[in-house]
């Protein structure tokens, strides 16, 4: 089959989703061709009948990471509907068995369709510790690695023993071994399979990796404590930093703090037809109550307990990672922490929000055109988030994104590089 016949094949179909219903911003044109295999073997052939008949592919999650344009996405968009989650050392007990500290360590496998924050309550009910400060962050178990998720002082790369992926490339399955993921600052070897350079995609494997995440396995250890690995957390908790609470506990605190800052997604989603079943009900139900709770405040919706600054692709941009040369540049009031650059070598990590509240851009800053305000603008919460206000099109996101891009690079000379995935739309 051509490609063009491919294309009028999919065009055919009707009561495809656009990207709008399945991305936390709600926007997005219309898709060709959806398709939510419920199999390891489907999800597979998926991916191979799209590749075989040169038809742009992606292969969502939850639809977190990504800013779709408006026009229709002429080719497939695959979800894993498998969300299966499985103890593995009940049937194979571990050869490291044991940590330093004599807790018993626990290897977890989960599906790449699995919710993210349905597989770490899980973990957690079951009495295991190492991703409950990422508890909260929208998106799926296969996105999870992809993009090395990360907050208060976790990332998921502590966590990840292996990764088994379809190569594209070579049509096999490989099992991908922590230290071949090539886990870096929101980035893995997966991720930098679609990128020629920072934010540049390749010509080749985009808006899909090379390496399709088929399931992720974990090494967990057993306990009901954690560690509270972040200042802005042990502030929240009243304790100090590198002190154990319950996991349970550590939990409540990150969502609780998530949602002061409006990172985390709207619940009601999970009513759209196009989202139902995605995430557990329990999961869902307790979601919608969180963020009714007193303590979360912003711009609430006419008629609904929801509000526009959840409508986001979480984190916009990247915190800038620099040589001490570059960030001694910065104004001395500037964050500044260790990190590593890509060469390996000693860098230094700055704040992307602070820069771009110091230039001038802060919490709720919106476009205005003929004295209308744009319907995309920063959160209200934070001005990390880039939001949809009321039915924004990728094309005002994208030129709100611009806008703050130009601004940080006018003001302090650093060129800021979106998170999100960013199909058919460019901030270049």
């Known amino acids: 089959m051509t490609m063009q016949a491919s294309l009028a094949s ?5 009561d495809n989703p656009t990207f709008s219903d399945l991305t936390t911003i709600g926007v997005g044109g ?3 061709r959806f398709v939510e295999p419920k199999t390891r073997v489907d999800v597979i052939e998926a991916v191979e009948d799209a590749d075989e008949a040169n038809l742009p592919l992606c292969v969502i999650g939850g639809g977190s990471n990504m800013l779709v344009s408006d026009e229709p996405f002429n080719g497939v968009v695959v979800r894993d509907a498998r969300r299966a989650i499985s103890v593995l050392d009940e049937a194979a007990p571990a050869e490291d068995g044991v940590d330093k500290s004599g807790a018993h360590l ?48 976790q990332e998921v790369s502590q966590s990840v023993t292996s ?11 490989l099992e991908l071994q922590k230290d071949q993921l090539r886990f870096g600052y929101r980035t893995s070897a997966l ?81 759209n037809p196009w989202m139902r079943g995605t995430k557990c009900a329990e999961g869902v139900e307790f979601a919608l109550r969180l963020q009714s709770e007193d303590y979360v405040t912003g711009e609430f919706l006419e008629g609904d307990n929801t509000y526009s600054d959840r409508h986001s692709c979480g984190s916009f941009f990247m915190n800038p990672i620099m040589t ?60 990390l988030a880039l939001t949809n206000r009321n039915n924004a099109t990728s094309s005002d996101v994208l030129a709100l994104a611009k806008t703050v891009i130009d601004g940080v690079k006018n003001k302090f ?9 960013l199909i058919g739309v460019s901030v270049n």
């Not at 626990?106 to 369709?113: L, P, Q, S």
């Not at 540049?329 to 060469?343: G, I, K, Q, S, Y």
């Not at 319907?375 to 919460?381: C, D, E, Q, T, V």
């Not at 000379?413 to 995935?421: H, K, N, S």
């Open 191 to 271: 991720k930098q399979s679609m990128y020629a350079a920072a934010g540049v995609p390749a010509d080749s494997y985009f808006p899909t990796p090379r390496y399709v995440v088929l399931s992720v396995t974990f090494c967990l250890r057993h306990s009901s404590t954690g560690i509270v690995a972040h200042s802005q957390l042990a502030r929240a908790l009243r304790v100090e930093v590198g002190d154990r609470m319950l996991t349970q506990a550590i939990r409540r605190e990150v969502l609780r703090v998530r949602a002061s800052k409006g990172m985390l997604e709207d619940a009601s989603r999970y009513d």
């Open 30 to 32: 219309k898709i060709a």
């Open 324 to 383: 001490k040369a570059q960030a001694a540049l910065l104004p001395e009031d500037a964050p500044r922490f260790n990190a590593v650059l890509a060469d390996g070598s000693e860098g230094v990590k700055t704040s992307a929000a602070w820069l771009i509240d110091n230039a001038g851009f802060h919490k709720g800053f919106r476009l205005v055109e003929d004295g209308e305000a744009s319907p995309a603008g920063l959160s209200s919460l934070h001005t």
């Open 163 to 173: 990764v088994e992926v379809w190569d594209r490339e070579n049509k096999v399955t």
């Open 10 to 14: 999919l065009a055919s179909l009707a």
């Open 106 to 153: 626990v290897h977890v496998n989960a599906e790449a369709g699995c919710n993210w924050d349905d597989f770490v309550s899980h973990a957690i009910e079951l009495g295991l510790e190492g991703v409950e400060g990422l508890s909260g962050i929208p998106g799926t178990v296969g996105a999870s690695v992809v993009q090395n998720i990360g907050a208060y002082g």
């Open 413 to 421: 000379g650093i060129t800021l590089v979106p998170e999100p995935v």
